[in-house]
């Protein structure tokens, strides 16, 4: 037990750390693009059945573990462009006098944080769709509200009229 | 007699410590009540404040052995009461912005507390049988208590990393320092625990180590209060071509 409890503590100052250093990068983040269409090719079921039909059992797998590792790097970058939209709306609408403003950044942190949600589940789906590939387990619902968060940052941009490319570029 | 003389330096660099760890909580006392720290961390002032006055009570009594021991654990056990409120405030300042996440991170938490308590049952459980005396039993509930506290700072920054939540500067300063303390004086208590003897260098060198982590604790909290709130950053759009670019890149590895 002693062993556990001071592992513990070790555990908790290594994140301690991490979340400092987190922290700093996340200062300097910016948003990064994301190819929607690229994304929604690496997702359609269609393609997957054609290769899990076309080769073999060992090959088709490889090849999903693949795919797999891409997608994970769009989910992981629409998490984190959704995780910068959510402290722009966060520093839109604590210094915005405009309700209309407020409104449409609280909007746009909701949605955000429900698509920040969705990603932890889509890995978490991808992760296990990784160690048993015949799982088909597809977080298909994250495209649409990526989507509909685009819409909702270029509402906000709008309104501001100073955030206006951003909604292109994410 | 080399032992002897590291002994006693060990002991002076305890004393000198203990000082400047007063020094650095009346400053931080005056920074809180200077900024009205109140208003908005109402609990985390109230512990900052309490610390001090105890401190500085136990400090004018150390001389007295019954006395002091008392005193230390009587305010230690107040000092761990306030700890849980202040991580309770912060939760509250981190998830009270975002509704939709409010809900989910609060049963989240409300069920990390339960996995905790009985871990710290646990610790109660198994080590009791080497509590054979009255400071063994305190420490080994301190331990089991600390082992709530680490666990729910520890969920608060997995949380808000999961979620991908800011922390403002405040409530970043005061988590972390609290964190860095708390996770210190649970090994050390857990160390302490496992010792028979009350005296010695070990026992010394644990001693330094808690004010050492206190004192750090306490530069934290203070530079982070001190320190101006960072701006948000402007959203940095980057250039057509490196779009394309990529866009370019990753189409080749997905139509392979």
New interface residues.
């Given amino acids: ?2 062993m556990i ?2 592992a ?6 290594v ?2 750390y ?3 250093r ?2 700093r990068k ?8 994301v ?1 929607l269409k ?1 994304f929604r ?2 997702m359609d079921r269609d393609d997957e059945l054609f290769l899990s039909r076309k080769l073999p059992r060992s090959k088709s797998f490889r090849l999903k573990r693949h ?1 797999i590792r ?1 997608t994970l790097r769009y989910v992981a970058r629409i ?2 462009n ?3 939209v ?3 709306g ?2 839109e609408r604590l210094s915005s006098s405009t309700p209309e403003v407020a409104d449409a950044a609280t909007q746009m ?2 949605l955000a ?2 698509i ?2 969705k990603c ?1 589940l889509a890995m978490g789906t991808l992760v296990a769709e990784y160690a048993l590939p015949s799982l088909q387990l597809t977080p298909g619902v994250l495209a649409p509200k990526y989507q509909s968060l685009r819409d909702s940052v270029s509402r906000l941009g709008a309104l501001t009229q100073n ?1 206006a ?2 909604a292109i ?1 994410i | 007699m080399a032992w002897k003389l590291t002994d006693v330096d060990l002991k002076q660099l305890v004393g000198i410590l203990w000082v400047a760890g007063m020094v650095l909580q009346g400053v931080l006392s005056l920074v809180l009540l200077g900024k009205k720290a109140w208003r908005h961390f109402p609990v985390f002032t109230s512990y900052a404040l309490f610390s001090f006055i105890a401190n500085l009570s136990v400090y004018l009594l150390h001389d007295s052995r019954k006395l002091y021991f008392y005193g230390f654990w009587i305010s230690e056990a107040i000092t761990i009461v306030l700890g849980f409120g202040v991580v309770y405030e912060i939760f509250f300042h981190l998830f009270s ?5 409010l809900r ?1 991170a609060g049963l989240i938490f409300r069920w990390t507390i339960v996995a905790l308590f009985c871990v710290a049952l ?2 109660v459980l ?2 009791s049988p080497v509590a054979s005396m009255l400071r063994n039993g305190v420490l080994i509930f301190d ?1 089991a208590t600390r ?1 709530v506290e ?2 729910l ?2 969920f608060l ?2 949380a ?8 403002k500067q405040a409530e ?1 300063g005061i988590a ?1 320092g609290l ?2 303390f ?3 004086e ?2 050390g208590m ?2 302490r625990s ?1 010792m028979h003897s009350h005296d010695g260098s070990p026992w010394q060198v644990l001693d330094v180590v808690r004010s050492l982590a206190f004192n750090t604790s306490l530069l934290v909290w203070l530079g982070y209060l001190l320190a101006p709130e ?1 701006a ?2 402007n ?4 250039k057509r071509a490196q ?1 394309e670019q ?2 370019q890149a ?2 080749e ?2 139509s392979r």
Avoid at chain 1, 8 to 13: G, I, K
Avoid at chain 2, 161 to 167: E, R, S, T, V
């Fill in positions: 037990m002693t409890v001071i513990l503590a070790l555990c908790a100052v994140l301690f991490m979340a400092v987190s922290r996340q200062a300097g983040q910016s948003l990064r693009p190819n690229a090719a690496l795919r891409v998490a984190a959704s995780s910068a959510l402290r722009m966060e520093a942190i909701e944080t429900e920040r949600l932890l955030r490319p951003l570029t | 912005s975002h509704k939709a996440l989910l646990s610790v198994v080590q331990e082992v680490v666990g700072l520890m920054f997995a808000s990393a999961a979620f991908g939540l800011h922390w970043f972390l964190g860095m708390v996770a210190v649970l090994a857990t160390l496992q960072r948000t950053s959203v940095v759009v980057p779009l990529w866009n990753v189409t590895l997905i």
